[in-house]
């Protein structure tokens, strides 16, 4: 099982959109669909498909929290005719963020949001290997614009399998952003690769929970670890979820909790969801209790 999840927040639009990604990547596929029922939002749908051999989440929950491009999902192109497909699919009701275009760094790359609002990097790779078809980038603006780099070394050592790439950074001549701040990187938790980038630019937007990294944990004392390290807003913390000191938010899972959510029986279903909705950090035991009375 992947270990980092990313999870997107959507208002309605989830089992619409995840047709619409699957479509997009030859291979893909559901790998579960749940509706839980009674939650403070309604009816629930989550989703679970695989993208070019990576997991996503997809949540129907209402319009609580709306994408920004505060974090986007950057897709390998093994050629240019690859990047230009992807892209007019994608920009199809979209807008472009950054023109599809030849750039320093790539004969063809172009930066958009979706018709969901979803942001998505189409690159075109030249002769680099291609390891991970999408990446989760991280751009760290407003009040935390400047913290990539640290960031980063955080994360890397809460996760075991990981390291950080070639720092790419800003040079003198690069205002508003300060020299030696980070322009990209790339880094890798549990042999999943991240990007990272700072831009001082007044975007007008920052990290929410549409998009949070689902961490799957075995056991409670792993779920203590992460909880503890990573949480750093009180007032966030709720079913499983947290915001870490730069804004960013994560959801702290038992894997447990992919088998009682299949489970058919809508009894036990009910019981493990009245459960959890009225936990910050997650107890297995707890669950476990729930869905076996």
């Not at 959109?17 to 403070?40: C, H, Q, R, V, W």
């Not at 390290?229 to 915001?243: F, M, T, Y």
Request: glycine share 6%; hydrophobic share 45%; net charge negative.
């Amino acid at each position: 099982m992947q270990k980092i999840i990313p999870h997107l927040w959507f208002d309605k639009e989830a089992d619409e959109a995840s047709k619409f990604y699957m479509s997009l990547f030859e291979g893909s596929k559901i790998k579960n669909k749940t509706i839980l029922n009674d939650t403070p939002s309604g009816s629930v749908d989550m989703i679970t498909i695989e993208l070019a051999g990576q997991e996503l989440m997809l949540l129907s929950a209402g319009p609580l929290f709306k994408f920004t491009p505060a974090v986007s999902f950057l897709i390998a192109c093994s050629s240019i005719e690859e990047a230009e497909v992807l892209w007019k699919k994608l920009i199809e009701n979209g807008a472009a963020l950054m023109a599809l275009d030849a750039y320093p760094f790539s004969e063809k790359y172009g930066w958009l949001i979706d018709r969901y609002g979803l942001s998505w990097q189409v690159m075109y790779m030249g002769d680099f290997e291609i390891k991970q078809k999408i990446t989760p980038t991280l751009m760290f603006v407003g009040d935390q614009c400047g913290n990539a780099e640290e960031a980063i070394q955080f994360y890397t050592t809460l996760f075991k399998h990981s390291s950080i790439g070639n720092i790419l950074r800003y040079g003198e001549d690069a205002a508003p952003n300060k020299a030696d701040s980070i322009q990209h990187v790339d880094f890798v938790l549990v042999n999943q690769t991240f990007a990272a980038m700072d831009s001082a630019y007044d975007h007008g937007f920052t990290f929410n929970e549409a998009i949070s990294l689902m961490v799957m944990c075995d056991t409670q004392a792993e779920i203590d670890y992460y909880w503890d390290k990573l949480s750093a807003v009180p007032e966030a913390e709720q079913c499983g979820w947290l915001k870490d000191k730069y804004g960013f938010s994560w959801q702290i899972v038992p894997t447990i909790m992919n088998e009682m959510m299949q489970n058919k029986d809508a009894t036990k279903l009910a019981q493990v969801t009245e459960a959890f909705l009225k936990m910050k950090k997650f107890d297995i035991a707890e669950l476990i209790k729930a869905y076996e009375k």
